[in-house]
């Protein structure tokens, strides 16, 4: 199993350009997440996912949108990328316990 | 409002010298404490979970406890490959919200 995997890896976007990360998880999960996380700030939520074909905002959704329409798989969109995403994002996944499994995160500069 | 908070911020300790790390939590229903550990360039790796006051999980050198309020991590003759930030966090605790509040961390450095 690779458990959660992200692309791309890395990632620099200019100020108002659009990018989309994917994450994929192979342990039939249902719910599915996204975090930012930032130096001092520890990791934040942005969106979740409790099944296929739903969302739900997080904490700190504004400049987001996502999007899951297939169980294994949960994209986050920037449609206008600003500076203040600059940020590591991670996925996760959890079955019907509380504890989520991360992937290796996507380091995203936006100049 | 959940609040976890992690002390202290930064630990550094010689090979072999135990020590504990805190966890304080403020929920409304805790639904369990789970500790994770993260290395540099990666996502948080998960290492327990503890659902009720007294209990105890052990994986090799560390042990994770908890009370009504706070968690420790206890890592015994620690390793430099133990170094590494190790996070705490609870689920949400707010009607119909998901996803876990974290701590900060506390970042662990273990020199030989």
């Known amino acids: 199993n690779a458990g959660v995997t992200q692309t791309p890896k890395f990632r620099v976007l200019k100020t108002g350009q659009s990018m989309t990360l994917l994450c994929a998880q192979d342990m039939n999960h249902e719910y599915m997440y996204w975090y930012r996380q930032d130096p001092g700030m520890g990791l934040r939520l942005i969106h979740y996912s409790v099944g296929e074909g739903t969302t739900a905002k997080g904490e700190v959704p504004d400049g987001y949108n996502v999007s899951r329409l297939k169980k294994q798989n949960f994209l986050l969109g920037l449609e206008s990328a600003a500076p203040s995403q600059t940020s590591v994002y991670f996925c996760?996944?959890?079955?019907?316990?509380?504890?989520?499994?991360f992937g290796p995160g996507t380091r995203l500069t936006v100049t | 409002e959940d609040q976890v908070t992690q002390s202290p911020e930064a630990l550094r300790l010689q090979e072999g010298e135990s020590s504990s790390l805190n966890c304080s939590y403020t929920v409304s229903g805790l639904r369990g404490l789970f500790w994770y550990r993260q290395d540099p360039g990666k996502g948080p790796e998960f290492l327990f979970t503890?659902?009720?006051a007294g209990e105890e999980k052990e994986k090799e050198r560390l042990k994770a406890t908890l009370t009504k309020k706070e968690s420790f991590l206890h890592i015994t003759a620690p390793k430099p490959e133990d170094s590494a930030t190790y996070l705490c966090?609870?689920?949400?605790?707010?009607?119909?919200?998901?996803?876990?509040?974290f701590g900060k961390g506390t970042h662990l450095i273990i020199q030989p």
């Open positions: 996760a996944s959890r079955g019907n316990t509380y504890e989520q499994y």
């Open positions: 503890l659902y009720s």
């Open positions: 966090a609870v689920p949400h605790s707010g009607g119909g919200a998901d996803g876990l509040t």
